[in-house]
């Protein structure tokens, strides 16, 4: 009757395309045992609260390493522990792999082929059926060299099998009544260096620390602070709040503080935030 009972909503409340998209994920999801890469992001999260709801046994598993916020980390612990759903978090030292640290333009396909054969040792040690990521179909318009090792390692992609989108992830969020629903975007500090220059425990402490303080001090939900050579940064805001930032008075605020932190060079890119706009090099490049 539950699960009628949830039909009947969807049909009410969800467009008839995005209903039937959930109804086949649901479906995927039944009889199974279930394990999630769990980020905390509102992709995977979603993942988490759709497998724990219909498949047979869910288990989160969580990276914690240099790459990712501590604050994040918690963040897992607390939704995993809200909807009642099993979760383990790794540790794991990308930063051991001279490969990744030299960061070549496939340092995604390096890193996650790391995590995901650690987790593989766990599916296969408490004997679950599938791995699931929680990528979406708009990734597939942007490079991303990591989607070759998930096809590689047999992971399941379950919002790219059944073509759902960001936006359409947002809405079932929503329409579950997950908090998560407007999470903004986050990728690992990794993405904020370009590529071809070393990455190291230096840098992604001055990145997490920068973000941090921007985030906290001016109430941000979605920035990315880009550190290139010769410590420059590059602040990526949000073009709405910009100019709200850009007063004279935080203008020096951020400069003490970035100063602190060891960046030389401040700068404030004009075209905003974007996701993946360390990737725009490549296109110039493939274009000369």
Do not use: W
């Amino acid at each position: 009757m539950l699960h009628l009972f949830i039909f009947i909503r969807i049909t009410m409340d969800l467009s008839n395309n995005l209903k039937n998209k959930l109804e086949s994920l649901i479906s995927f999801l039944k009889t199974k045992k279930i394990l999630v890469a769990f980020s905390g992001g509102v992709d995977s999260s979603l993942l988490a609260f759709l497998s724990n709801k219909y498949a047979k046994e869910t288990l989160l598993v969580t990276e914690k390493s240099v790459l990712y916020p501590d604050d994040e980390i918690k963040l897992t612990s607390e939704y995993a522990k809200k909807y009642g759903i099993t979760h383990l978090i790794i540790e794991r030292d990308p930063l051991k792999d001279e490969n990744f640290r030299v960061n070549p333009k496939n340092r995604c396909y390096i890193c996650k082929t790391g995590l995901y054969k650690d987790i593989i040792k766990i599916k296969e040690e408490r004997n679950f059926d599938l791995i699931l990521d929680g990528s979406n179909i708009d990734d597939l318009s942007d490079y991303r060299p990591g989607m070759q090792a998930l096809k590689e390692l047999n992971i399941i992609t379950p919002y790219i099998d059944f073509k759902i989108n960001k936006q359409e992830i947002r809405e079932i969020c929503k329409y579950f009544n997950l908090e998560v629903q407007s999470k903004p975007s986050m990728a690992c500090f990794s993405s904020r260096i370009p590529y071809d220059q070393d990455i190291n425990e230096e840098k992604l402490d001055m990145i997490r620390e920068a973000e941090k303080f921007l985030r906290n001090s001016y109430n941000l939900n979605q920035l990315r602070v880009r550190l290139h050579e010769g410590k420059l940064a590059r602040i990526e805001l949000m073009p709405e709040d910009i100019m709200k930032v850009m007063t004279n008075e935080n203008i020096k605020k951020i400069k003490t503080k970035f100063k602190q932190l060891g960046f030389c060079y401040i700068t404030i890119d004009l075209e905003g935030f974007r996701s993946g706009s360390l990737n725009e090099v490549l296109t110039l490049n493939e274009e000369d």
